[in-house]
């Protein structure tokens, strides 16, 4: 294994067997297994729970990182092709990348969507470059239209739950007075359908998911036996549930227009995932969410704060999966 | 020992028994008693002797740390229960803090006071809060109104330096454009009323010391042989001490109005810390400071620069005794 | 040795006994030379290949470091003696830099020239200054008009790819929006003199390099059998180059006078390295430069990403030679 970017890359079965390596490492750990390797971490976006779980897991296996945080100690980077650099980025990514990775043993590298045009995010321009640029093992930390290491994570949490392999999973939109990336919708709902489940997603009109990353969810549903569907009826989504997993995203259909976006979500506020939608829907499920998430915006505190919740075990999680992730790269 | 958030949560004897603890780490290191411990470090606020200091003694005992800056490569953490997150905070502490804590064997943060009203602040309403939330030993990098590692590295240097313990310990308001927080003034304060000195604390009219803090200080004096007192007189203060601590803070009268408290220390700028405070009245005396400290504005160059200033002493000491707290809540 | 401030503190034989400790540091691996040191790294400008190759370098043989980063987490520091500090420093570096020394085994400092009078800055007034706060080895991670680390990886870098000793090392001015420090063209041909090569400068009218530089490189030539020149015919200055090193810096003529200077650089913005450069008067010719290069402003994709380049093994030199650097400090 060379490369961690992308759920889609595996099969089922070589995603059971990182999940399996997971366990194996909480249960045994191997302190020295990584002595003496280097991971590279470069964030060119904010990160509480990558930051840290990645330089802990590193830690625990014997290994130390480094972090680069473009804009902030290090130059901002530029990553368009043929640029002429005239601008604030100082450094090209086609220099500053194959010379992070000639210091360390493998690299995690975190760029958001630049959230302008959706065709050119969902073709991942960046990571397509880097995958070219990167000489040692490469980890997506969340790129514009994914984010492996907490799908990962969240099937875990799934596993350990007992939410069966062919449950009822509903992704629901939530509503965030900003318009955030794709990257975990697209990455859950691919990680649920390669589970498996019986995947719904209710989101409002004009919050589609992208037919790429739909159809994509639907090819993996349908090789393991699962299925794909997407509705604005949120209370038929949430029927039968047995997780909720609670998501903000930007508008679909005004992607890289934020006033338009903005208009649409000014009507959308009651978007906020309450005790309320479970009771008589769904009444034993869990609730899940990324994390970070604005209380009492896009979850109330009564659903955070309640029993249903596995929020901190799905970060919890992402520290036990990216080990195995590690370990599968460089031990 | 699992909490390290007062020196006040301890008896004189505790304090000294992590004191010979630091003194014996010092003289037999131990470069493996923390192998394989991982300490996580959250930084609300800005440091330099805290951030280095702890990152240097958990690799001398052989552990690691990683840092977490909120506001600063990762968003700023909410902190208030209840609150509806619109504003800037992306993550709200009780996610936060579970989550880090999950991932690491000990968790230090810095969160200095709100600095709007003293009662507030007086409560620690944050550090009330992170005690709940957080499962792996808490340690305190400074508070609202208390700063115990910088307490305990002073007390170290008091004995180093010779201070008798029943000495006169004055504790000098000094002046500084801003009005800092009470942290330092109040734990200085009951660390040498702890230690049973007799501790005067010197600053001009409108900046005493609220009373809560005064007496939780005599209280501890009272158990340990010691006294507190106040005055504005501070060449009565000075007179006969043996050691002279100097601390900016803003004005009590005036807490949270930078309009008045910005009046009221224009007039102040003489309490900038001068060879002719020590000149009769204490010759002898010693002359400390936490650091950091603005020449010639709070304490003037020759004071800093002369034989009786313990200040890099009381930094290098603020290595020697958190390794003696993370050896005891992790070893 | 105690401190690694600049190349000329060394002989040529000094120096290539550090290549040859880099070397077999590559072959042979010494995993656990530097256990239990700790390096200490303080950047008061920004950083991508010194943040990550010291550490990457420091954790290859067995030690850790921290980063403490002025401005940014940490305070400004006040480098100014006798200083009133009533701006925004709230620190000085004589209390900043011996507690960071005593908190660690080697202290890296970063602090570029301040850009405003030239005289100023050749004296190298904060180096001057550390060098006598650090009570440890010290390592200059590139000062006002030094940057020692990265000559010596350029040393190297010449050695591996078979320049000869004696060949034409050609240093050009390039083209940049903003007038750099000189730290990096000082450096470099203070090096190529030390190694025996004709050196030549090629720079336009008003960027000639400083004639303390200047006669410093010549007395280094002339020990060394090799020779300095300086030209403003850049076609000349090409022609037969065994090695063509480019670099961006600030005009000399107008030094600290931006606007100035910006009318100057304005007309020279043909000044970015192309291949039709070597087309014809140096075919065979080698590309350096140190890093971080803007594209299509200071030098042409089609050099960069050409075979001349030699810029990602200069940069990859980096961590090695400044492992032989800690080894010797440190080991």
């Given at each position: 294994?060379?490369?961690?970017?992308?759920?889609?890359?595996?099969?089922?079965?070589?995603?059971?067997?990182?999940?399996?390596?997971?366990?194996?490492?909480?249960?045994?750990?191997?302190?020295?297994?990584?002595?003496?390797?280097?991971?590279?971490?470069?964030?060119?976006?904010?990160?509480?729970?990558?930051?840290?779980?990645?330089?802990?897991?590193?830690?625990?296996?014997?290994?130390?990182?480094?972090?680069?945080?473009?804009?902030?100690?290090?130059?901002?980077?530029?990553?368009?092709?043929?640029?002429?650099?005239?601008?604030?980025?100082?450094?090209?990514?086609?220099?500053?990348?194959?010379?992070?990775?000639?210091?360390?043993?493998?690299?995690?590298?975190?760029?958001?969507?630049?959230?302008?045009?959706?065709?050119?995010?969902?073709?991942?321009?960046?990571?397509?470059?880097?995958?070219?640029?990167?000489?040692?093992?490469?980890?997506?930390?969340?790129?514009?239209?994914?984010?492996?290491?907490?799908?990962?994570?969240?099937?875990?949490?799934?596993?350990?739950?007992?939410?069966?392999?062919?449950?009822?999973?509903?992704?629901?939109?939530?509503?965030?007075?900003?318009?955030?990336?794709?990257?975990?919708?697209?990455?859950?709902?691919?990680?649920?359908?390669?589970?498996?489940?019986?995947?719904?997603?209710?989101?409002?009109?004009?919050?589609?998911?992208?037919?790429?990353?739909?159809?994509?969810?639907?090819?993996?549903a349908a090789a393991a036996g699962g299925s794909v569907a997407e509705t604005s009826d949120r209370a038929a989504a949430l029927a039968g549930a047995h997780v909720v997993y609670a998501k903000e995203w930007g508008s679909t259909r005004h992607y890289g227009d934020a006033?338009?976006?903005?208009?649409?979500?000014?009507?959308?506020?009651?978007?906020?995932?309450?005790?309320?939608?479970?009771?008589?829907?769904?009444?034993?499920?869990?609730?899940?969410?990324?994390?970070?998430?604005?209380?009492?915006?896009?979850?109330?505190?009564?659903?955070?704060?309640?029993?249903?919740?596995?929020?901190?075990?799905?970060?919890?999680?992402?520290?036990?999966?990216?080990?195995?992730?590690?370990?599968?790269?460089?031990?």
């Amino acid at each position: 294994m060379r490369r961690f970017l992308d759920l889609a890359d595996f099969s089922g079965d070589e995603v059971r067997d990182l999940l399996t390596l997971a366990q194996r490492l909480e249960e045994h750990p191997e302190p020295g297994a990584l002595a003496g390797k280097i991971l590279g971490l470069v964030f060119m976006n904010p990160s509480l729970r990558t930051l840290a779980s990645f330089q802990a897991g590193m830690a625990r296996l014997g290994g130390t990182s480094f972090v680069i945080t473009p804009g902030q100690g290090t130059w901002q980077l530029e990553t368009r092709d043929g640029a002429v650099m005239n601008g604030t980025a100082a450094e090209h990514v086609r220099e500053g990348i194959p010379v992070l990775a000639s210091y360390c043993d493998a690299l995690g590298v975190r760029a958001f969507a630049e959230g302008k045009r959706l065709d050119e995010d969902l073709r991942e321009p960046l990571f397509s470059l880097l995958d070219g640029l990167c000489g040692k093992p490469l980890i997506n930390l969340e790129s514009a239209v994914n984010h492996p290491c907490q799908a990962l994570a969240d099937w875990r949490t799934l596993d350990e739950s007992g939410v069966p392999e062919r449950g009822k999973f509903v992704l629901t939109w939530a509503y965030h007075p900003k318009p955030l990336p794709l990257a975990v919708p697209a990455a859950t709902l691919h990680m649920a359908a390669m589970r498996g489940m019986e995947v719904v997603v209710a989101r409002p009109p004009g919050f589609e998911l992208p037919p790429e990353i739909m159809d994509k969810a639907r090819r993996a549903a349908a090789a393991a036996g699962g299925s794909v569907a997407e509705t604005s009826d949120r209370a038929a989504a949430l029927a039968g549930a047995h997780v909720v997993y609670a998501k903000e995203w930007g508008s679909t259909r005004h992607y890289g227009d934020a006033a338009a976006d903005a208009r649409l979500r000014a009507e959308l506020t009651e978007w906020c995932v309450r005790e309320s939608w479970f009771a008589r829907a769904a009444p034993a499920a869990k609730f899940m969410h990324c994390l970070p998430v604005r209380r009492n915006v896009a979850v109330a505190d009564e659903v955070l704060d309640g029993p249903r919740a596995l929020v901190l075990r799905e970060a919890y999680n992402r520290m036990r999966v990216q080990m195995a992730v590690l370990h599968r790269l460089l031990a």
